[in-house]
């Protein structure tokens, strides 16, 4: 029984192996070709309505001038010179005739006589001028000699351009009964501007005449050939007329592949511009230029739209396999459940007899089991406490060395302060000693700034590892420099230290904190002095210039400068290049994150001659700012 339904599973799984590809594949297609008819319904309707919008603006562009030359052949001034012109100066004839060629806005107007030859044109200054040519072989010429209207379409022999023709008779006798007419008016008008208003449409549009010449297209390439192979019989027609002047019209190439709808079509091109992709077709017929305009619409969004609706075919299908699965193993499982519940059912009926001996064995068991289980929990609890534990004092940890840092900071940046207020201090007493109060109260207040100073260093570095809202004030470049030189002036005279100044006469202004600012300079000028030690002519270089609207502060030093692998972590806490004991490499990085909080920037570099140069960059600030007076006065001392 085992067998037999294990081979019914095997045969199941394979039908649903076949069948579920072959249904996925079905169902792909199928809304492929639902969403392939109505790409192609909805792609054709956006034809016809260009299509019909195109052909009604071709057509009343070109019939807004039918009747120019109509006005013209009765003008007074063309009568009177076709009268007699072999008597008569055609030159105002010719301007007049070229002031409504510029008035109509169209190429060229001239006028013929009964014989056919030009005596008068618009364009009679040009080196391809109408006048002097015959034009009997126009039919624009033969329909007017007879008393109609004549129109044509094709190149001009004199200018190979592509126009439009209208010709009119001028009479200047029509009242007799067999009167004829004595010569022709006619207008030419171009069609570059309707094809260049095609331009912006997405398909391809063109003009065929009654030969099927591509007369007019938006894409250049398609001019002038046939969109059929022609014959020998019209080839020789074409030339006699001549149209198309000496022009190959090779056929485009076209290649109708399925009738899609009542005078719709599938193409393709087998060579030329449009070749490689397949196209639908509508024509409409022009009856009064006895035209047809075709557009070819691209079938790339129908392709899409087949692609688009396949995947989501296919991925429902696919939720609804998957549905369908699911719900089949469900109930797979619940049958095996109630198979193994019955089989289940027979094993307790044939050991019952054995039940009281199996309950008392699986009761020790099973108190074995919870007792095991018990001190399992109890192991995890006790880890988790320990887990817990651990994480806090991981936390208390991150949190001692982030007061351990900021402690080496507050003691680092107020090293320098302190030794100045010892030298006040000291020199205040000795001033004392000699009576000299006015200079003693000077030391004491300068003693009184620099503790002010420590307070406020000391607070901003509360604020190294976030973001600070610092108030912002103009603050002038050389003023703080010179501040920060002050707390230098006795280290600098007893070690023989140059000062080189090099900066602007004119104040320069940035906006930023007063106070970080010149603890970053103080900072700067400390480890310059540091590196300048052991140099036997130790000079201290401060620079301030003015680039791309940033004010570069530099502080050079000649001392033996920075190694070239150790420029990448200069900035990096706790790294230093000092000997062990001489400092915890935090004055720095400190330093650049000041200069990041102030919307600047530190950098360093060797110099070519020798030392390091470290270079702040803020933006330049062009008009001081207005202070309180109580921040006047408290600033007027730098800045």
Same mark, same amino acid.
């Given at each position: 029984?085992?067998?037999?339904?294990?081979?019914?599973?095997?045969?199941?799984?394979?039908?649903?192996?076949?069948?579920?590809?072959?249904?996925?594949?079905?169902?792909?297609?199928?809304?492929?070709?639902?969403?392939?008819?109505?790409?192609?319904?909805?792609?054709?309707?956006?034809?016809?309505?260009?299509?019909?919008?195109?052909?009604? !603006?071709? !057509?009343? #562009?070109?019939?807004? #001038?039918?009747?120019?030359?109509?006005?013209? +052949?009765?003008?007074?001034?063309?009568?009177?010179?076709?009268?007699?012109?072999? !008597?008569?100066?055609?030159?105002?004839?010719?301007?007049?005739?070229?002031?409504?060629?510029?008035?109509?806005?169209?190429?060229?107007?001239?006028?013929?006589?009964?014989? +056919?030859?030009?005596?008068? =044109?618009?364009?009679?200054?040009?080196?391809?001028?109408?006048?002097?040519?015959?034009?009997?072989?126009? &039919?624009?010429?033969?329909?007017?000699?007879?008393?109609?209207?004549?129109?044509?379409?094709?190149?001009? /022999?004199?200018?190979?351009?592509?126009?439009?023709?209208?010709?009119?008779?001028?009479?200047?006798?029509?009242?007799?009964?067999?009167?004829?007419?004595?010569?022709?008016? *006619?207008?030419?008008?171009?069609?570059?501007?309707?094809?260049?208003?095609?331009?912006?449409?997405?398909?391809?549009?063109?003009?065929?005449?009654?030969?099927?010449?591509?007369?007019?297209?938006?894409?250049?390439?398609?001019?002038?050939?046939?969109?059929?192979? %022609?014959?020998?019989?019209?080839?020789?027609?074409?030339?006699?007329?001549?149209?198309?002047?000496?022009?190959?019209?090779?056929?485009? @190439?076209?290649?109708?592949?399925?009738?899609?709808?009542?005078?719709?079509?599938?193409?393709?091109?087998?060579?030329?511009? %449009?070749?490689?992709?397949?196209?639908? &077709?509508?024509?409409?017929?022009?009856?009064?230029?006895?035209?047809?305009?075709?557009?070819?619409?691209?079938?790339?969004?129908?392709?899409?739209?087949?692609?688009?609706?396949?995947?989501? =075919?296919?991925?429902? #299908?696919? /939720?609804? =396999?998957? =549905?369908?699965?699911? @719900?089949?193993?469900?109930?797979?499982?619940?049958?095996?459940?109630?198979?193994?519940?019955?089989?289940?059912?027979?094993?307790?009926?044939? *050991?019952?007899?054995?039940?009281?001996?199996?309950?008392?064995?699986?009761?020790?068991?099973?108190?074995?089991?919870?007792?095991?289980?018990?001190?399992?929990?109890?192991?995890?609890?006790?880890?988790?406490? !320990?887990?817990?534990?651990?994480?806090?004092?991981?936390?208390?940890?991150?949190?001692?060395? /982030?007061?351990?840092?900021?402690?080496?900071? $507050?003691?680092?940046?107020?090293?320098?302060?302190?030794? +100045?207020?010892?030298?006040?201090?000291?020199? +205040?007493?000795?001033?004392?000693?000699?009576?000299?109060?006015?200079?003693?109260?000077?030391?004491?207040?300068? $003693?009184?700034?620099?503790?002010?100073?420590?307070?406020?260093?000391?607070?901003?570095?509360?604020?190294? &590892?976030?973001?600070?809202?610092?108030?912002?004030?103009? $603050?002038?470049?050389?003023?703080?420099?010179?501040?920060?030189?002050?707390?230098?002036?006795?280290?600098?005279?007893?070690?023989?230290?140059?000062? *080189?100044?090099?900066?602007?006469?004119?104040?320069?202004?940035?906006?930023?904190?007063?106070?970080?600012?010149?603890?970053?300079?103080?900072?700067?000028?400390?480890?310059?002095?540091?590196?300048?030690?052991?140099?036997?002519?130790?000079?201290?270089?401060?620079? *301030?210039?003015?680039?791309?609207?940033?004010?570069?502060?530099?502080?050079?030093?000649?001392?033996?400068?920075?190694?070239?692998?150790?420029?990448?972590?200069?900035?990096?806490?706790?790294?230093?290049?000092?000997?062990?004991?001489? @400092?915890? @490499?935090?004055?720095?990085?400190?330093?650049?994150?000041?200069?990041?909080?102030?919307?600047?920037?530190?950098?360093?570099?060797?110099?070519?001659?020798?030392?390091?140069?470290?270079?702040?960059?803020?933006?330049?600030?062009?008009?001081?700012?207005?202070?309180?007076?109580?921040?006047?006065?408290?600033? &007027?001392?730098?800045?």
């Amino acid at each position: 029984m085992t067998s037999h339904y294990r081979l019914s599973t095997g045969r199941w799984r394979l039908f649903w192996l076949i069948c579920i590809p072959i249904g996925l594949a079905l169902c792909m297609w199928q809304a492929a070709q639902l969403a392939r008819e109505q790409a192609l319904s909805n792609l054709q309707d956006d034809a016809e309505n260009e299509l019909r919008l195109s052909a009604a !603006n071709l !057509n009343g #562009y070109l019939l807004r #001038y039918d009747y120019l030359p109509r006005m013209l +052949a009765t003008r007074e001034g063309v009568q009177r010179f076709l009268d007699s012109p072999e !008597n008569q100066d055609p030159m105002p004839l010719n301007l007049l005739l070229d002031r409504f060629r510029f008035t109509a806005g169209v190429s060229d107007v001239y006028l013929l006589d009964r014989h +056919a030859d030009t005596i008068a =044109a618009s364009n009679w200054h040009r080196p391809n001028t109408f006048i002097g040519q015959n034009y009997a072989f126009r &039919s624009y010429y033969t329909d007017a000699i007879s008393g109609g209207q004549g129109r044509f379409y094709g190149l001009g /022999v004199q200018s190979l351009e592509r126009g439009y023709y209208f010709s009119a008779p001028v009479w200047l006798d029509d009242t007799s009964p067999d009167a004829r007419p004595d010569g022709v008016i *006619v207008v030419k008008v171009l069609l570059d501007d309707v094809e260049e208003s095609w331009a912006e449409q997405d398909a391809e549009l063109f003009v065929t005449d009654s030969d099927n010449i591509i007369f007019m297209a938006n894409r250049p390439e398609l001019r002038m050939n046939a969109l059929y192979p %022609l014959s020998d019989d019209q080839r020789e027609s074409l030339r006699e007329t001549r149209r198309y002047a000496m022009e190959p019209l090779s056929p485009s @190439g076209i290649e109708l592949l399925t009738p899609y709808d009542q005078g719709s079509y599938l193409v393709s091109f087998t060579h030329g511009p %449009l070749s490689g992709e397949r196209y639908l &077709s509508l024509t409409r017929p022009l009856p009064e230029l006895d035209w047809h305009m075709h557009i070819l619409k691209p079938l790339t969004p129908v392709i899409n739209a087949q692609w688009i609706a396949a995947l989501m =075919a296919g991925g429902l #299908y696919g /939720v609804v =396999a998957l =549905a369908c699965g699911i @719900g089949w193993q469900r109930l797979r499982l619940r049958r095996e459940r109630e198979a193994f519940a019955e089989r289940e059912r027979q094993t307790l009926a044939r *050991v019952r007899d054995e039940l009281e001996v199996s309950v008392e064995r699986r009761t020790r068991d099973l108190v074995a089991s919870n007792q095991r289980l018990s001190d399992e929990i109890e192991e995890r609890r006790r880890a988790e406490a !320990n887990l817990r534990q651990t994480q806090d004092e991981l936390i208390q940890a991150a949190k001692l060395a /982030v007061l351990g840092q900021l402690a080496a900071g $507050i003691n680092h940046e107020l090293n320098q302060p302190l030794a +100045a207020i010892r030298a006040y201090a000291e020199n +205040a007493r000795q001033f004392i000693e000699l009576a000299r109060i006015d200079k003693a109260d000077a030391n004491l207040a300068q $003693i009184v700034e620099l503790t002010q100073r420590m307070a406020d260093i000391s607070a901003q570095l509360r604020q190294f &590892s976030r973001k600070s809202s610092e108030r912002q004030e103009t $603050i002038s470049v050389q003023a703080c420099i010179e501040y920060a030189l002050r707390l230098f002036h006795s280290r600098l005279r007893d070690d023989g230290i140059t000062v *080189v100044q090099q900066w602007p006469d004119e104040t320069l202004w940035v906006e930023g904190d007063l106070v970080r600012l010149e603890q970053v300079l103080v900072n700067l000028i400390s480890n310059a002095l540091q590196a300048i030690k052991e140099v036997s002519s130790p000079m201290l270089t401060l620079s *301030v210039e003015i680039k791309q609207q940033q004010v570069m502060i530099s502080v050079a030093d000649n001392g033996p400068g920075i190694p070239e692998h150790h420029l990448g972590q200069i900035f990096e806490p706790f790294f230093t290049t000092k000997a062990p004991g001489s @400092g915890l @490499g935090l004055g720095l990085s400190i330093s650049s994150r000041i200069m990041e909080d102030l919307g600047g920037k530190l950098q360093v570099t060797n110099q070519p001659t020798g030392g390091a140069r470290f270079t702040i960059a803020l933006p330049c600030s062009t008009t001081p700012n207005v202070l309180p007076p109580s921040s006047a006065k408290g600033n &007027s001392n730098h800045a």
